[in-house]
């Protein structure tokens, strides 16, 4: 079993920054690549990024790319996600996730743990 817990979200104004982190407990951080994933009301949750157990390999969703960084530290078992240039349909609830898998998985029933999620609202 692994607990995530997300932390770091808020209200921002367009253009501005917020970082997120999700601390984990449990079996080995490092065993795990992380992924981020938000869901907006009405929508389904859509993968934002995700991060090897090593620290590289960050993959990153189109509509983030050049604006989202995925990180982690695997000594502090925490894993961040830090958001600049954010704009209004960034707006969700923002989960991290835990993945025993090696393969580039980018689908949310392809995750093992999950966390409560932080809220993110960016007012335009």
């Known amino acids: 079993q692994v607990q995530l817990v997300e932390s770091g979200g808020g209200l921002v104004q367009a253009g501005g920054s917020l970082r997120l982190s999700c601390a984990a407990s449990?079996?080995?951080?490092?065993?795990?690549?992380m992924g981020w994933f938000r869901q907006a009301p009405g929508k389904a949750r859509e993968f934002v990024a995700r991060?090897?157990?090593?620290?590289?390999?960050?993959f990153y969703a189109d509509s983030v790319k050049g604006r989202f960084t995925i990180s982690r530290d695997n000594a502090k078992n925490t894993v961040y996600l830090q958001m600049n240039s954010l704009k209004p349909e960034d707006t969700a609830v923002y989960y991290c996730?835990?993945?025993?898998?090696?393969?580039?998985?980018?689908?949310?029933?392809?995750?093992?743990?999950w966390g409560p999620g932080t809220q993110v609202t960016v007012s335009s």
């Open positions: 996730a835990a993945d025993r898998a090696i393969v580039r998985h980018t689908t949310a029933h392809e995750y093992d743990y």
């Open positions: 449990g079996r080995t951080f490092s065993s795990y690549a």
């Open positions: 991060i090897s157990r090593s620290g590289g390999n960050p």
